[in-house]
């Protein structure tokens, strides 16, 4: 049996740095490099999350709550007031996008994939 949070971890947390990556390229006009450095991930990441290789299991690019949450998290990101506190607020923006989707409803599906045996009627999300 997977927790819904290491669903989480295989599709939505992919999702969001995704989007985040996006949202970093075309908002704040950065190249690869400069992505990769402020997410501490390779640039080859960067590379398979702009070209839909990595991060493609659940779609967020519609959820204009979550897109919201992200766009907060990349300016926080670019500005770099004070780094402790900066990555504090990004760490519970990445929290509170991942709480969205999951009362959406957004990665049930998936979820339910992942039971074994499998839970047809789970409210658990709707708990948050």
Excluded: W
Aim: with cysteine.
């Amino acid at each position: 049996m997977l927790t819904p949070c290491e669903v989480a971890v295989k599709t939505v947390s992919p999702a969001i740095r995704a989007l985040l990556a996006k949202t970093l390229r075309e908002k704040h006009e950065l190249k690869e490099t400069q992505i990769a450095e402020i997410l501490g991930i390779t640039q080859s990441a960067v590379s398979k999350y702009n070209k839909r290789v990595r991060g493609t299991l659940i779609s967020i690019e519609g959820v204009p709550e979550v897109q919201t949450v992200v766009s907060q998290m990349a300016s926080l990101l670019v500005a770099k007031p004070d780094q402790t506190a900066q990555q504090i607020e990004v760490m519970r923006l990445f929290c509170e996008a991942c709480t969205l989707m999951r009362k959406k409803g957004l990665m049930c599906e998936l979820c339910r994939q992942n039971q074994k045996p499998a839970v047809a009627d789970c409210n658990f999300c709707d708990l948050l």
